[in-house]
């Protein structure tokens, strides 16, 4: 591959990548930490759907979306039905696997190239267990069709359940849910809650539909009966008539991958959502962490003055977001520890934090982000990096850890323990 | 100290890179204006392959005597070299991480003779 620099002598050309040698020092890390004898659940990685993507729009099953997708796709590739955002996330080719990883050459197998590409990274970074997300339809809740987001994402799922979670254990997902087109969203959880390498359901949060419509009451009731987490996955729109003020995707970025899922979480908060379904598990994703205790203050603070408006609510909002779950990435490494290891305490992080990796994108967190943090006690960083991904999906590690099988981990459960109030 | 071999001299021409093995850890050796310049190939940031990065110059901003926005450009004499993983830049002569001086690489001295290039440990 071939990358422009600043001046042509600085040009360079890339060629034979291999997931498993770009990661080889992170191979080491793990090593060195002995990090294969420690459960690793990465609760937020993608692939890119689009390497399959000829494959994926024809289990598109509305035969007009269809018809003209797969024309369209001829010329157009994948714009033909996904959205796109402007912005380089690559930063110019400064993060160079965007581009080589597209080339990777995998050995052709039943399998699609993501299986194998997948566990390359996996291996390096020493997951046991990865839920996979796609990375270019985390647009389509921007697509004025609601019709097309359904269509793309029952096709998907379809696809990836067919294909991709049958083919290796440790590879799962939360599913993609259309949530512009709640009945659909509804259909969804009903059909495919139950198949196998499922362990959830995502929502893209970035989107202009309020968690507290009514439409979507009956499918959080259905997620908190059969015991799948919901989660709302952060983006960026830079249309937003806000986010539209940055003019650098740094600020876009910053502001737009907290900015949404911040909304939403105070619209499920003070909606008294977590009132009416207790037991449903509810996880903010790539969003960082440094949002979550500003929200916090925020919402104690003018929930104490206006505590008629949020009338369903028996305790504070912080306590609430304090039941909720939250993934690592990408975690704010601020040069103040205080600052980090305050967070962790007022998100009780050690049994509501998820690791996740983000893999292949280019803000990703290695599992030593974790274990290297100097507040944390190694049973912490397990909690963190595995054990409460373990408790909250209900995994089966027996084929990565044959003596665990039926041992309790010992973890606290979430929904009975006593919080203290901030 | 230990001499160890990186690369005949004609094979490390401006802008190439060599990476070689010294108990277990990878140092990169970089000839960029018309220097060489070895790094021990661990980011500072988390662990990443820096010295496997894009050579850059230091992007700038054009800001006007009154103070309005003129647009970016690279700068004619700062080159940087950008770790791959995510994206750190280091100025290629100081080792210092370009947005945040705190940080930087870890440096080793180069020796050039006789038409090769050797890396000192």
Same mark, same amino acid.
């Given at each position: 591959m071939q990358y422009r620099s600043s001046t042509p002598e600085f040009d360079r050309t890339i060629e034979g990548f291999h997931t498993g040698e770009h990661l080889v020092n992170a191979r080491r890390q793990a090593d060195a930490r002995k990090l294969d004898d420690v459960l690793i659940v990465d609760v937020d990685c993608h692939h890119y759907e689009t390497d399959n993507f000829a494959e994926i729009i024809e289990?598109?099953?509305?035969p007009v979306i269809k018809q003209g997708a797969v024309n369209t796709f001829a010329y157009k590739g994948s714009a033909a039905i996904l959205m796109d955002q402007p912005g380089y996330q690559d930063i110019g080719g400064r993060v160079s696997r965007y581009l080589e990883r597209k080339h990777e050459k995998i050995p052709k197998t039943a399998n699609p190239r993501e299986v194998e590409q997948t566990l390359r990274w996996m291996n390096a970074l020493s997951v046991d267990y990865a839920c996979l997300f796609p990375t270019p339809?985390?647009?389509?809740?921007?697509?004025?069709?609601a019709e097309v987001e359904v269509a793309m994402a029952r096709a998907y799922n379809r696809w990836l359940t067919d294909n991709?979670?049958?083919?290796?254990?440790?590879l799962r997902s939360m599913l993609y849910l259309p949530f512009n087109d709640p009945e659909a969203t509804y259909q969804m959880v009903k059909e495919y809650?139950?198949?196998?390498?499922?362990?959830g359901f995502m929502v893209?949060?970035?989107?202009?539909?309020?968690?507290?419509?009514?439409?979507?009451m009956k499918t959080y009731a259905l997620l908190e009966e059969l015991g799948l987490p919901l989660s709302f996955h952060a983006s960026y729109n830079w249309n937003d008539q806000l986010v539209s003020?940055?003019?650098?995707f740094i600020t876009a970025h910053a502001v737009g991958f907290t900015f949404f899922n911040a909304v939403h979480c105070a619209n499920w908060i003070v909606n008294g959502l977590p009132e009416r379904f207790p037991k449903l598990k509810v996880i903010w994703i790539e969003?960082?962490?440094?949002?979550i205790p500003w929200l916090m203050q925020r919402l104690d603070n003018d929930y104490r003055m206006r505590t008629s408006e949020a009338p369903?609510?028996?305790?504070l909002p912080s306590e609430y977001m304090r039941d909720m779950f939250y993934t690592t990435?990408?975690?704010?490494?601020?040069?103040?520890h205080e600052a980090l290891e305050l967070t962790f305490k007022m998100i009780n992080a050690d049994t509501q934090l998820l690791y996740s990796?983000?893999?292949?994108?280019?803000d990703m967190d290695l599992p030593s982000t974790i274990w290297d943090?100097?507040?944390?006690s190694e049973k912490s960083k397990r909690n963190i990096l595995g054990l409460n991904a373990k408790r909250i999906f209900n995994l089966d590690v027996s084929d990565r850890f044959?003596?665990?099988?039926?041992?309790?981990?010992?973890?606290?459960?979430t929904f009975k323990q006593q919080v203290t109030p901030a | 100290m230990t001499e160890i071999f990186v690369a005949r001299s004609a094979d490390l021409p401006e802008g190439a890179r060599n990476t070689v093995e010294y108990e277990g850890r990878q140092i990169g050796v970089v000839r960029a204006k018309d220097k060489l310049h070895a790094f021990?190939?661990? *980011? @500072?940031?988390? $662990?990443?392959?820096?010295?496997?990065g894009l050579l850059i110059h230091r992007v700038e901003e054009i800001i006007a005597p009154d103070k309005t926005y003129q647009g970016m450009r690279f700068s004619e004499t700062d080159l940087h070299i950008v *770790? @791959?993983?995510? $994206?750190?830049?280091?100025?290629?002569?100081?080792?210092?991480?370009?947005?945040?001086?705190k940080h930087g690489l870890k440096r080793f001295k180069t020796v050039e003779r006789d038409g090769a290039v050797y890396v000192v440990v």
């Amino acid at each position: 591959m071939q990358y422009r620099s600043s001046t042509p002598e600085f040009d360079r050309t890339i060629e034979g990548f291999h997931t498993g040698e770009h990661l080889v020092n992170a191979r080491r890390q793990a090593d060195a930490r002995k990090l294969d004898d420690v459960l690793i659940v990465d609760v937020d990685c993608h692939h890119y759907e689009t390497d399959n993507f000829a494959e994926i729009i024809e289990y598109i099953e509305d035969p007009v979306i269809k018809q003209g997708a797969v024309n369209t796709f001829a010329y157009k590739g994948s714009a033909a039905i996904l959205m796109d955002q402007p912005g380089y996330q690559d930063i110019g080719g400064r993060v160079s696997r965007y581009l080589e990883r597209k080339h990777e050459k995998i050995p052709k197998t039943a399998n699609p190239r993501e299986v194998e590409q997948t566990l390359r990274w996996m291996n390096a970074l020493s997951v046991d267990y990865a839920c996979l997300f796609p990375t270019p339809m985390l647009f389509m809740g921007l697509h004025p069709q609601a019709e097309v987001e359904v269509a793309m994402a029952r096709a998907y799922n379809r696809w990836l359940t067919d294909n991709v979670l049958p083919s290796n254990p440790r590879l799962r997902s939360m599913l993609y849910l259309p949530f512009n087109d709640p009945e659909a969203t509804y259909q969804m959880v009903k059909e495919y809650g139950h198949k196998p390498g499922v362990i959830g359901f995502m929502v893209v949060s970035t989107r202009y539909k309020p968690v507290y419509d009514n439409a979507f009451m009956k499918t959080y009731a259905l997620l908190e009966e059969l015991g799948l987490p919901l989660s709302f996955h952060a983006s960026y729109n830079w249309n937003d008539q806000l986010v539209s003020m940055t003019n650098r995707f740094i600020t876009a970025h910053a502001v737009g991958f907290t900015f949404f899922n911040a909304v939403h979480c105070a619209n499920w908060i003070v909606n008294g959502l977590p009132e009416r379904f207790p037991k449903l598990k509810v996880i903010w994703i790539e969003s960082g962490l440094a949002w979550i205790p500003w929200l916090m203050q925020r919402l104690d603070n003018d929930y104490r003055m206006r505590t008629s408006e949020a009338p369903a609510l028996k305790k504070l909002p912080s306590e609430y977001m304090r039941d909720m779950f939250y993934t690592t990435q990408p975690m704010e490494m601020v040069n103040n520890h205080e600052a980090l290891e305050l967070t962790f305490k007022m998100i009780n992080a050690d049994t509501q934090l998820l690791y996740s990796s983000d893999y292949p994108h280019w803000d990703m967190d290695l599992p030593s982000t974790i274990w290297d943090l100097p507040f944390l006690s190694e049973k912490s960083k397990r909690n963190i990096l595995g054990l409460n991904a373990k408790r909250i999906f209900n995994l089966d590690v027996s084929d990565r850890f044959p003596d665990a099988k039926g041992k309790s981990d010992g973890m606290v459960d979430t929904f009975k323990q006593q919080v203290t109030p901030a | 100290m230990t001499e160890i071999f990186v690369a005949r001299s004609a094979d490390l021409p401006e802008g190439a890179r060599n990476t070689v093995e010294y108990e277990g850890r990878q140092i990169g050796v970089v000839r960029a204006k018309d220097k060489l310049h070895a790094f021990l190939n661990i *980011c @500072p940031h988390q $662990g990443g392959p820096v010295c496997d990065g894009l050579l850059i110059h230091r992007v700038e901003e054009i800001i006007a005597p009154d103070k309005t926005y003129q647009g970016m450009r690279f700068s004619e004499t700062d080159l940087h070299i950008v *770790c @791959p993983w995510h $994206g750190w830049e280091f100025n290629i002569e100081t080792g210092k991480c370009a947005g945040d001086g705190k940080h930087g690489l870890k440096r080793f001295k180069t020796v050039e003779r006789d038409g090769a290039v050797y890396v000192v440990v």
